[in-house]
């Protein structure tokens, strides 16, 4: 059984950057997809960026890409480097596991991590 603890998290200034890690215990296969979700208060849980585990192609919201990169750290640990951070990237976010293949919908993911705050002052 899959589980998952994101550390990283914290508060920082618009513009900066923060990096956050998803550790992974249990085997991870290569047609599954590790994927980054963030859930603002009072808003649904989105859809920030994935990555097919074998391939490591990666997939991006439209609100992040060009600021946002999801990679693999060692052989079961993900990461999620963000840099331009502004106020509206302020959210608890969570890595989760889709073990069927890519999906941008988080009720696809079937494995999740208890989250990690995420906070950018203007």
């Known amino acids: 059984q899959v589980q998952l603890v994101e550390s990283g998290g914290g508060l920082v200034m618009a513009g900066g950057s923060l990096r956050l890690s998803c550790a992974a215990s249990?085997?991870?296969?290569?047609?599954?997809?590790m994927g980054w979700f963030r859930q603002a208060p009072g808003k649904e849980r989105e859809f920030v960026a994935a990555?097919?585990?074998?391939?490591?192609?990666t997939y991006y919201s439209d609100s992040v890409k060009g600021r946002f990169t999801i990679g693999r750290d060692g052989a079961q640990n993900t990461y999620l480097q963000m840099n331009d951070l502004k106020p509206d990237d302020t959210a608890i976010y969570y890595c989760?596991?889709?073990?069927?293949?890519?999906?941008?919908?988080?009720?696809?993911?079937?494995?999740w991590g208890q989250g990690t705050q995420v906070t950018v002052s203007s």
């Open positions: 990555m097919r585990w074998g391939r490591q192609s």
């Open positions: 989760a596991l889709d073990r069927v293949g890519l999906n941008y919908n988080a009720d696809q993911y079937d494995v």
């Open positions: 249990g085997r991870i296969y290569s047609s599954h997809v």
